[in-house]
């Protein structure tokens, strides 16, 4: 069992930044993995914005595309999504989550097999 513990949330104006943290704890070694950020609006489905290979090849989605950045620790086991120009469209519940394979197949929540319990991102304009 891997458990992801997220952390970073809060509320910010529009045109900030946040940065999400999420630790590993147990033995899970991220370097090894492909990794990912999702968010969940209400009333919406989970969708993903963005992974990262165990090469750190990385994939976003279009709507964070140049404003958000993943980014791993291999050495403490923390991913990160760096989040600049926030809009209040990107208000969510925002989850990591990692996969059993070194290759990411795509930005789909179906590829992913453990995640955390998330942490909410909230942009008011």
């Known amino acids: 069992q891997v458990l992801l513990v997220e952390s970073g949330g809060g509320s910010v104006q529009a045109g900030g930044s946040l940065r999400l943290s999420c630790a590993a704890a147990?033995?899970?070694?991220?370097?090894?993995?492909?990794m990912g950020w999702f968010r969940q609006a209400p009333g919406e489905e989970r969708e993903g914005i963005a992974t990262i290979d165990s090469d750190e090849s990385t994939r976003y989605a279009d709507p964070v595309k140049g404003r958000f950045t993943i980014s791993k620790d291999n050495a403490k086991n923390i991913l990160y999504l760096q989040m600049d120009s926030l809009k209040s469209e990107d208000t969510a519940m925002y989850y990591c989550?990692?996969?059993?394979?070194?290759?990411?197949?795509?930005?789909?929540?179906?590829?992913?097999?453990?995640w955390g319990q998330g942490t909410q991102v909230i942009v008011s304009s």
């Open positions: 989550a990692a996969d059993l394979r070194g290759t990411c197949f795509g930005l789909s929540r179906h590829n992913f097999y453990y």
């Open positions: 147990s033995r899970y070694t991220y370097s090894r993995y492909c």
